[in-house]
């Protein structure tokens, strides 16, 4: 499992590194890595079969990536509407 997870880590690192050159928002980057890696997070325990389940077919590690992702959908809500606020204030 640990080389899945070691290519996922590789395939985001390079994702944010493409995406860090385009000059993104403030937070774009860490919403996008709580984003990606949660889900990837996802995936890979559903492969791991020595896991602690809290419901059959769903594992506690894929629950704390649910809730991983969903901070990251929150905080990316957040800044976007934040830097829309700000834009408003700018121009009035």
Same mark, same amino acid.
């Given at each position: #499992?640990?080389? %899945?997870?070691?290519?996922?880590?590789?395939?985001?690192?390079?994702? #944010?590194?493409?995406? !860090?050159? +385009?000059?993104?928002?403030?937070? *774009?980057? *860490?919403? #996008? %890595?709580?984003v990606i890696y949660g889900?990837?997070?996802?995936?890979?325990?559903?492969?791991?079969a020595d896991s602690l389940?809290i419901v059959p077919g769903?594992?506690? !590690?894929?629950?704390?990536?649910?809730?991983?992702?969903?901070?990251?959908?929150?905080? %990316?809500?957040?800044?976007?509407?934040?830097? +829309?606020?700000?834009?408003?204030? +700018? +121009?009035?």
């Amino acid at each position: #499992m640990s080389c %899945y997870e070691s290519i996922w880590n590789a395939c985001l690192l390079i994702a #944010m590194l493409i995406v !860090s050159r +385009k000059k993104p928002k403030i937070g *774009t980057l *860490t919403c #996008m %890595y709580f984003v990606i890696y949660g889900l990837g997070r996802f995936l890979i325990e559903g492969l791991r079969a020595d896991s602690l389940y809290i419901v059959p077919g769903i594992r506690i !590690s894929q629950i704390l990536s649910l809730f991983l992702i969903c901070c990251g959908i929150v905080l %990316y809500v957040f800044f976007v509407r934040r830097d +829309k606020n700000c834009a408003f204030r +700018k +121009k009035y």
